[in-house]
């Protein structure tokens, strides 16, 4: 199956999810093992160490230094790798009311990262853009 490529498609049927939890950045030292107790959503790995992106709680009980806190909010439409202009559509509207959002694209899904203190506003105005209008 592939993904869409269409931007007017991707921004009409994008269905803004959040998901449970609040997550933080971590990074750990170039070839350290990751420690057993903590579950990665995502590892990516950068000539200055691995970035983790787990649950908060995670890194408070492996003792991991963490920063930005955040909400994942998954856009639930199959979006093609090679998709162009989605990301930068969305990113736009978050970031014109100042909210910063990091980025993910996986197999099937775009993922963003957004502040934890201002997901609700993000998810409002996912959904008030690019939501069909009613009527």
């Known amino acids: 199956m592939t993904g869409e490529r269409a931007l007017d498609a991707l921004l009409r049927n994008m269905k803004p999810e959040m998901q449970p939890g ?3 950045f ?3 030292p170039p070839g350290e093992p990751i420690p057993a107790a903590v579950n990665p959503l995502l590892t ?3 000539q200055e160490g ?3 992106v787990i649950l908060r709680e995670e890194a408070e ?3 991991l230094r963490h920063a930005f806190a955040s909400r994942l909010i998954t856009l639930t439409v199959h979006s093609a790798l090679d998709a162009v202009g989605f990301l ?3 990113t736009a509207r978050l970031a014109e009311p100042g909210i910063s959002v990091n980025a993910v694209s996986a197999f099937h899904h775009d993922h963003l990262f957004v502040p934890a203190d201002r997901a609700e506003e993000a998810m409002a105005l996912l959904h008030d853009r ?3 209008k009613q009527g």
């Open 22 to 24: 609040t997550f933080v």
């Open 26 to 28: 971590c990074t750990i």
């Open 44 to 46: 990516f790995r950068e």
């Open 50 to 52: 691995t970035t983790l």
């Open 61 to 63: 009980a492996s003792g």
């Open 88 to 90: 930068a559509a969305i």
């Open 130 to 132: 690019f939501s069909p």
